[in-house]
Structure formats: structure tokens, C-alpha cells
């Protein structure tokens, strides 16, 4: 059974441009949902998907979006990176929607310049 | 602010010895608590659980307690080990998860002094 995997590892941009971050399930999980980690910080909710739609979304603007494919694998898009994005992009995986006990990946270091 | 805070920032203990941990939550609508374990360099890690209409759950080496009159929740780690080692995050969400995410805490820096 193969854990949370997540790509790249880390990856630096520059202001205005676009980043898509790549996230495989758990093996049996059919949920996927991403966190932003600010150094320091605890991890902040920005959606859930779940069989291919967004089933939740927390405080993050429209350029922050994301997909989930049939195989429940998912990326995570941002238009427009601003110096703020600069943080830990952690993808977590469920067995269902409705649970805490969730799966993290190790994350996607971002640095925006 | 966040619903969602811990009363100390680092905590330092002696290998062997018992740790406890404490977050309080602000929003009483939250019925559902969970203890994470983030190790440097990793994601967080499941703990242990807890819904708000339990006030103790035991899991291995490890106790939650919810004190819903006070708002307040602790994580016990009996006979801490150098494995313990991470920072921990208590998180909060209404009715069971899911929609509207978990939303953390600022964390608790856990060192075991050998």
C-alpha cells in the first residue's frame, strides 16, 4: 500500500507566474483535500475534492484551484502567485469526506520571488 | 484570529517522563477534535481523535481529554520517548470533517530532553 505522494519536492517561481502541484492518493481513498503550511504555522484548509468535484472550500481566492481525476489523483493550480504563496503545500487523502483522520503527504515547498 | 490556540509554544521534557499538552478552542459550535504529530520535514500525522460528546479516549500511549465547559483539550503522552519529538497541533471542525476542512492550531514544539 503506497502512502501520499506528492510533486515536485520543492519549486521556486516568480511573482505573476502559475504553479500546478501534483498529488497521488492513498491507495482505497477516494478524497482528496490540500492544506497551506506558512512556516511556523499550522496547516490552513484551501478545498476538498471529492469523485471529482469540490466538495468544500476555506478562505483562499478564485486563483487557487484544483482538479481530481478519476483515479482520485489531484493537482492543485495558483494563477498569479503573489510573495504570500511562499508556504508548504500539503495534500492530504481520505477514506471518505466526513473524517479528521486524514493521510499527508510530505508536501510541496513553494518560494515565490 | 484562530478559533483554534495553544498555551505554549514549546514544551520540554525529560525522556521517560509524561507530557501533556493543551489547546483551547473558541468556537462552541465545533464538535470534533483531533491531535496531530508533525515530525521536521513531513506531514502531519494522525494521532488520536475525539467527538464532543466523549470527554476521555485512550489510544496507545496516548489520552485525550475535552473539557467542553472550559473549551479546552489536552493530549497526554505517557512515557515520552525521543520519537516524540515534533511539533503538535490540535484541530477543531463542525459536524465530523469533510466540507469545510479541519482548521489547526498554531502547534506545540515538543523536545525530549535525554
Known amino acids: 500500500e503506497t502512502g501520499v505522494t506528492q510533486s515536485p519536492t520543492h519549486l521556486i517561481k516568480t511573482r505573476g507566474q502559475q504553479v500546478t502541484l501534483r498529488c497521488s492518493s492513498q491507495?482505497?481513498?477516494?478524497?482528496v483535500s490540500w492544506y497551506q503550511q506558512a512556516l511556523g504555522q499550522g496547516p490552513q484548509f484551501i478545498f476538498q475534492?471529492?469523485?471529482?468535484?469540490?466538495?468544500g472550500r476555506g478562505n483562499f481566492p478564485p486563483r487557487f484551484s484544483g482538479l481530481q481525476f478519476p483515479n482520485y489523483s489531484s493537482e492543485l493550480n495558483v494563477n498569479a502567485l503573489e510573495l504570500d504563496d511562499s508556504a508548504l503545500y500539503l495534500c492530504?487523502?481520505?477514506?471518505?469526506?466526513?473524517?479528521?483522520?486524514?493521510?499527508f503527504g510530505e508536501g510541496s515547498r513553494l518560494t515565490v520571488l | 484570529g484562530e478559533s483554534v490556540g495553544l498555551h505554549l509554544p514549546t514544551l520540554s521534557v525529560q525522556e521517560g517522563d509524561n507530557s501533556i499538552i493543551n489547546c483551547a478552542y473558541s468556537?462552541?459550535?465545533?464538535?470534533?477534535f483531533i491531535w496531530y504529530k508533525q515530525e521536521s520535514g513531513k506531514g502531519p500525522q494522525f494521532i488520536i481523535d475525539?467527538?464532543?460528546?466523549?470527554d476521555k479516549r485512550q489510544g496507545q500511549r496516548v489520552t485525550v481529554l475535552l473539557n467542553k465547559t472550559v473549551k479546552h483539550l489536552s493530549l497526554q503522552i505517557a512515557a515520552t520517548q525521543p520519537g516524540d519529538s515534533a511539533v503538535y497541533f490540535c484541530?477543531?471542525?463542525?459536524?465530523?470533517?469533510?466540507?469545510?476542512?479541519?482548521?489547526f492550531g498554531k502547534g506545540t514544539h515538543l523536545i525530549i530532553q535525554p
Open positions: 492530504a487523502s481520505s477514506l471518505e469526506p466526513n473524517t479528521g483522520e486524514l493521510f
Open positions: 491507495s482505497g481513498h477516494n478524497t
Open positions: 475534492y471529492y469523485r471529482e468535484e469540490e466538495n
Open positions: 468556537n462552541s459550535a465545533s464538535d470534533y
Open positions: 475525539i467527538r464532543s460528546n466523549m
Open positions: 484541530a477543531e471542525n463542525i459536524s465530523g470533517g469533510g466540507a469545510d476542512g479541519l482548521t
